[in-house]
């Protein structure tokens, strides 16, 4: 098993064991969300939605890019997406979580229970088809850069993890077309 999908099953059994747990994380921590409409919005001008297979979980569905790889082999909250040199990968999960998790915790528990190094840091929170989502970013080693959303939806965590190589305009355009595709249920 690959480093990456090995990260991606101790976060997900983090999460899930989160989930288990007794007490309330509350959502104090969380900015609340900024005044809008939750419904889907169009892509930002410029923006390419990425166009290849679909992702279709039970909180959330979205699109892979072109010609990339699709696996759903190892659970299935989470999906799998990597180029066919597999220099870019792409994870799409959906887990139950603790009722009363906030956004802030589980970047926390994200960061935690992975084996980044260096460890990403939080930027600002973003909206995502109306929704907020935390976003964790920076180099994770290796070469690779991370950038990872999440947002809790009621019980649900609903999560894409992009961990990328090259230019960042590159990634950039990359995480821009999969984002523009993401449309909760």
């Known amino acids: 098993m690959s480093r990456r999908r090995t ?15 007794g007490g309330s994380s509350g959502s104090a921590g969380d900015p609340p969300s900024a005044p809008g409409s939750a419904g889907s919005s169009p892509p930002a001008p410029g923006i390419e939605p990425a166009s290849g297979r679909k992702v279709d979980l039970l909180a959330f569905t979205a699109r892979t890019p072109q010609g990339y790889d699709y696996d759903n082999s190892l659970a299935k909250e989470i999906v799998f997406s990597s180029s066919r040199d597999v220099l870019q990968n792409i994870e799409y999960s959906d887990v139950t979580v603790f009722p009363g998790t906030s956004n802030a915790f589980a970047a926390r528990l994200s960061i935690k229970n992975s084996s980044w190094n260096p460890e990403p840091r939080t930027a600002s929170p973003v909206t995502i088809d109306g929704a907020r989502f935390y976003h964790l970013t920076g180099p994770v080693g290796e070469g690779v850069r991370l950038d990872e959303y999440g947002s809790v939806q009621e019980s649900r965590l609903v999560k894409i993890s992009f961990e990328l190589e090259g230019p960042e305009a590159q990634r950039q355009r990359l995480v821009d077309s999969v984002l523009a595709t993401v449309r909760l249920k």
């Open 7 to 21: 990260t991606a099953l101790v976060v997900l059994v983090g999460l899930c064991l989160a989930g288990c747990g």
